[in-house]
T-cell receptor, first 116, second 113 residues
């Protein structure tokens, strides 16, 4: 089965700095890689995702990069703000031909703290 | 409003009791999932279902069972609760085709004394 490793487990940055979280996966067949953000006491929510036919995707201050050869993908947050403080989870799965969500294998999470 | 609902939100119960955690979704999704998560920690998939009358065990061994008799309903049952079951349980759902996103419910925080 799929195995996803995530680093670092905790990350502290100054407001305005960039933050990078890295994940590696084991199953070369995986083709869909979402990132979830979980604020304290809240449910996880999707913030960005990438499919294996794309190397990079951006959404305002958030970007994700994918290296299929090396089987790793990363989340980049620029100009960090206090509201970015949360736990971030990467995940991987094999998306079927007709689309639709399948079971995800999650990384172990990164606690990001943005300090003023 | 389309959403995922979990009840109860908090439950404190004694060892040996049978409990059922409820999960319902009005998203129109075919696929549903149960995760176990200690606060802020890793999400462990314990059960999932790709449709009515279809259930599978997840990656984390669990003493719980699930059923999927109706598309919108995916309850999780613990026949005999133990202190090791103390955790947060998150229900999620995703579409059968098209979109990939998993939508999570608010969770049930279970404490077994």
């Amino acid at each position: 089965g799929e195995n996803v490793e995530q680093h670092p487990s905790t990350l502290s940055v100054q407001e305005g700095d960039s933050a990078v979280i890295k994940c590696t996966y084991s199953d070369s067949a995986s083709n869909y890689f979402p990132w979830y953000k979980q604020e304290l006491g809240k449910r996880p929510q999707l913030i960005i995702d990438i499919r294996s036919n794309v190397g990079e995707k951006k959404d305002q201050r958030i970007a994700v990069t994918l290296n299929k050869t090396a089987k790793h993908f990363s989340l980049h947050i620029t100009e960090t703000q206090p509201e970015d403080s949360a736990v971030y989870f990467c995940a991987a799965t094999l998306r079927g031909l007709t689309g639709g969500g399948n079971k995800l294998t999650f990384g172990t999470g990164t606690q990001l703290k943005v300090e003023l | 409003e389309a959403d995922i609902y979990q009840t109860p939100r908090y439950l404190v119960i004694g060892t040996g009791k049978k409990i059922t955690l409820e999960c319902s979704q009005t998203m129109g999704h075919d696929k549903m999932y149960w995760y176990q998560q200690d606060p802020g920690m890793e999400l462990h998939l314990i059960h999932y279902s790709y449709g009515v009358n279809s259930t599978e065990k997840g990656d984390l061994s669990s003493e719980s069972t699930v059923s999927r008799i109706r598309t919108e309903h995916f309850p999780l049952t613990l026949e005999s609760a133990r202190p090791s079951h103390t955790s947060q349980y998150l229900c999620a759902s995703s579409a059968g085709t098209g979109g990939n996103e998993q939508f999570f419910g608010p969770g049930t925080r279970l404490t077994v004394l």
